[in-house]
């Protein structure tokens, strides 16, 4: 039995909206050309998540519901994200604290760095969208 596939529309895939994701990938890559998307979207959501409360942060299992993660990946993450653990260092993105009364709970915030690199994905994607036609 033979199937017959039509090759994707591939047109989507020029659009400034991709255009613009694609600079901001290109922008962390420059910065991070280690970190994993999966990374990325755990520092991503967290940023969205906490940007409501950003005093308080984000609670890590919290963040792991939100990713439909399980924890340990969120954890990992995190580790990576944050000061890093043992002999590998972090890149230093995102802060861990305790959420105060709750000694096994960390709250995620946003590092300096971490801000200075959610801009730079911001205006990659700006100007990218302002000049889509290179």
């Known amino acids: 039995m033979f199937f017959f596939f039509q090759d994707p529309d591939l047109s989507a895939l020029q659009t400034p909206e991709m255009k613009a994701f694609t600079a901001a990938l ?16 755990t520092l991503l959501t967290a940023a969205n998540v906490s940007s ?3 005093m308080r942060g984000v609670d890590l299992r919290d963040l792991s519901q939100t990713l439909a993660l399980p924890y340990s990946t969120v954890a990992r993450h995190s580790d990576a994200l944050g000061h890093g653990v043992a002999k590998r260092g972090g890149l230093g993105l995102i802060e ?39």
Request: aromatic share 4%; proline share 9%; net charge positive.
């Open 26 to 41: 290109d922008e962390v890559r420059r910065q991070y050309p280690a970190m994993p998307v999966g990374m990325l979207y």
């Open 52 to 54: 409501s409360d950003e």
């Open 96 to 134: 861990k604290d305790v959420i105060p009364g709750q000694k096994k709970h960390k709250a995620l915030k946003i590092s300096p760095a971490g801000k200075a690199l959610l801009s730079a994905i911001h205006l990659a994607m700006r100007v990218e969208m302002r000049n889509p036609a290179h």
